[in-house]
């Protein structure tokens, strides 16, 4: 048993401050307010013994906050998810060092055999469950049924139209595992394949896309419930023609934003924020977080880092981000949103969407202990996934593209 004990912790209700959570057998069994000193001697990394042979950790100073979902992540630490099972494992565990403790793997446009080889070595690390490398939730694929005017950098020559079939073939790759198929609701098939997603229980979501408002809103009245990246890689919102940012918006799905400060100015995150249930930050990190500026392959093209910000070498197009979750709820708080709703962004929300607030996304008793230790600068200090508190993976240098 370990009591995490003096945080100021958020939970769904509320901040305790201070708070006391209780871990037993990697589940919270219990969460509650601090009364009166802590129980058995305290301090240091190692805490003490208290009664009943409960190890107690002093995190007096610190917020204690679930881990993280990202239900977008290309790559991290130098590796490439779609390069090897062994990378796919590296950059989960990359993340999971920054406070993510359920990761969703993003695959981006490729041809279908190969998207298929990539869905099975999601399944297989979906299926270990949480291990020294991380915890795999499933698949997203991001493609390949995408508006080649809003590919942004996904490899053009691997979109192709939506195809009922093709679908079928990449949900039996996944094994169960595949829960989120981003596509553009515009284009002809769009409503066969998110029938079809429906049916067989992915998440269809609205990314990519050259969709007018109408397209967009009938997309999302046929049964889409995520809007990709919004404003990335769709048609920008125009107050005559809102397209499909103004359709998601309008229909209160959940929004994905990538809040590196790039992608999206602040003040459009405070408007998403301004209903807190529909804000799911995403990194869609990609092998070069974490390793600094440089050059780079990601899906064989030349990407060029420059102050964090990755683009294509040939078209200057952004190329995913740098982002790690805790960065991106850094990012939130200073652009003015509360922790709490910041948080409830990076976790409770993501977990809800994918149907797994039962297991993960709060700071609840029986849930799964995942859980963020913050410094009052909201930096990482420690991460506890399923209980057990994680190691920081070594990064590797990688080869200039
Ligand atoms: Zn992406």
């Known amino acids: 048993m370990i009591v995490l004990a003096g945080a100021r912790v958020v939970t769904p209700h509320g901040v305790l401050d201070p ?99 990539q869905l099975s070595w999601v399944a297989a690390l979906t299926a270990a469950g949480p291990g020294p490398d991380g915890h795999v939730v499933g698949a997203h694929l991001e493609g390949p049924f995408l508006a080649p005017a809003r590919r942004g950098a996904q490899p053009g020559e691997h979109l192709r139209a939506p195809d009922r079939g093709v679908f079928a073939e990449l949900v039996a790759a996944g094994a169960g595992t595949l829960r989120v198929i981003t596509l553009a609701p515009e284009l002809p098939g769009a409503g066969a394949v998110t029938e079809a997603a429906l049916a067989a229980g992915v998440i269809a979501a609205a990314g990519h896309t050259d969709a007018t408002y109408d397209e967009a809103a009938s997309g999302f009245a046929a049964g889409m419930t995520l809007a990709t990246h919004l404003f990335n890689g769709m048609r920008p919102l125009h107050h005559r023609e809102p397209g499909p940012a103004g359709a998601a918006l309008d229909a209160g799905v959940a929004c994905e934003l990538i809040n590196d400060g790039v992608h999206v100015h602040p003040a459009l995150l405070r408007l998403v924020a301004a209903e807190p249930a529909r804000l799911v930050l995403v990194t869609d990190a990609v092998d070069a977080a974490g390793v600094g500026d440089g050059d780079y392959l990601l899906g064989g093209h030349p990407v060029r880092v420059r102050d964090g910000q990755a683009r294509l070498a040939a078209t200057g197009a952004l190329a995913g981000s740098t982002l790690t979750m805790d960065l991106a709820v850094r990012r939130a708080v200073a652009a003015g949103l509360a922790l709490e709703v910041a948080v409830a962004a990076a976790a409770t929300n993501p977990a809800r969407v994918l149907g797994l607030a039962h297991r993960c996304g709060s700071i609840a008793p029986g849930l799964d202990a995942d859980l963020v230790v913050l410094d009052a600068d909201l930096r990482v200090t420690r991460v506890m996934a399923a209980g057990r508190w994680v190691p920081a993976p070594a990064t590797r240098p990688i080869a200039a593209g």
Do not use: Q, Y
């Open 19 to 117: 708070g006391r959570v209780r871990v037993e057998n990697g589940l919270i069994t219990e969460v509650g307010p601090e009364v009166g000193p802590t129980a058995g001697p305290v301090g240091g990394e190692a805490g003490g013994a208290g009664a009943g042979g409960a190890d107690i950790v002093d995190l007096a100073g610190s917020w204690l906050v679930p881990g993280f979902v990202d239900l977008h992540v290309h790559g991290g630490g130098g590796h490439d998810v779609t390069a090897s099972p062994a990378d796919l494992a590296a950059a989960v565990a990359f993340h999971r060092a920054h406070g993510t403790t359920r990761t969703l793997v993003s695959l981006v446009a490729a041809p279908v055999e190969r998207l298929a080889e």
